[in-house]
């Protein structure tokens, strides 16, 4: 069900020192009750990103399995359609700088139909240290994540739904978390069904190029990751 983008070794974007990983596979079953497979990317390398995006990545996995199992485990006895859990991954980008990474999972525990989520996980260096990274460290003014949206972001989206549905979409506000990972030459965001519209229309994805959002972004990590 989960297509894993990238596994074996990786030497992205003509890295001097390429960036090594391997898939990581956890999974388990219980016949006629529930079955589960997550995988995630292992980076191999001695730099703080690379060491920090292998324990989020870890952490990640290890609650969503977690939360899985504690719902496969409610009753007793088999199912007509046993429960179902499968997590896949994509990287975007892998430098010793800056690790960008989409997890995505399907799942299935017995509702009307199933469920899919993405997460975008992101370490890059900011003010000196190792960390996980949300949309507006990206940004040169922290502050300035609400006019982002609103002038970048939110237009995108209104543009993307309304060819898909002939509507228009709630403000974005910036009090909320948004999902997205980047590459040398795109900063892309994903909302999960919901986040946008009904079920029905599916996840929506808005990309764009660092050449039209140069402005708003911080030089410093812009140059981790973009193609020189």
Same mark, same amino acid.
């Given at each position: 069900m989960m297509l894993i983008s990238v596994i074996g070794t990786a030497c992205l974007l003509g890295q001097a020192k390429p960036v090594m990983m391997m898939p990581g596979i956890v999974s388990g079953r219980e016949p006629g009750r529930y079955e589960y497979k997550a995988t995630i990317p292992v980076f191999s390398g001695d730099s703080a990103v690379l060491k920090l995006a292998n324990k989020e990545l870890d952490q990640r996995r290890a609650g969503l399995v977690k939360?899985?199992?504690?719902?496969?485990?409610?009753?007793?006895?088999? $199912?007509?359609?046993?429960?179902?859990?499968?997590?896949?991954?994509?990287?975007?980008?892998?430098r010793q700088e800056f690790v960008s990474?989409?997890?995505?999972?399907?799942?299935?525990?017995?509702?009307?139909?199933?469920?899919?989520?993405?997460h975008g996980v992101n370490i890059g260096v900011k003010d000196?240290?190792?960390?996980?990274?949300?949309?507006?460290?990206?940004?040169?003014? $922290?502050?300035?994540?609400?006019?982002?949206?609103?002038?970048?972001?939110?237009?995108?989206?209104?543009?993307?739904?309304?060819?898909?549905?002939?509507?228009?979409?709630?403000?974005?506000m910036a009090e909320k978390s948004y999902s997205f990972v980047v590459s040398s030459k795109n900063l892309t965001i994903i909302f999960d069904r919901y986040e946008i519209g009904a079920y029905v229309e599916g996840e929506y994805v808005v990309k764009f190029a660092w050449l039209d959002i140069e402005k708003w972004v911080d030089a410093a990590i812009l140059r981790d990751f973009r193609e020189s």
């Open positions: 939360d899985f199992l504690l719902v496969a485990n409610e009753d007793d006895g088999e $199912r007509t359609v046993p429960y179902s859990f499968e997590m896949g991954y994509t990287v975007s980008l892998a990474v989409l997890l995505s999972h399907y799942e299935h525990t017995g509702g009307a139909h199933p469920n899919s989520y993405s000196g240290t190792a960390r996980l990274l949300e949309l507006d460290d990206l940004l040169k003014d $922290r502050k300035q994540k609400q006019a982002f949206l609103d002038q970048v972001v939110w237009p995108k989206v209104n543009e993307v739904r309304y060819q898909r549905v002939n509507l228009k979409t709630d403000r974005l």
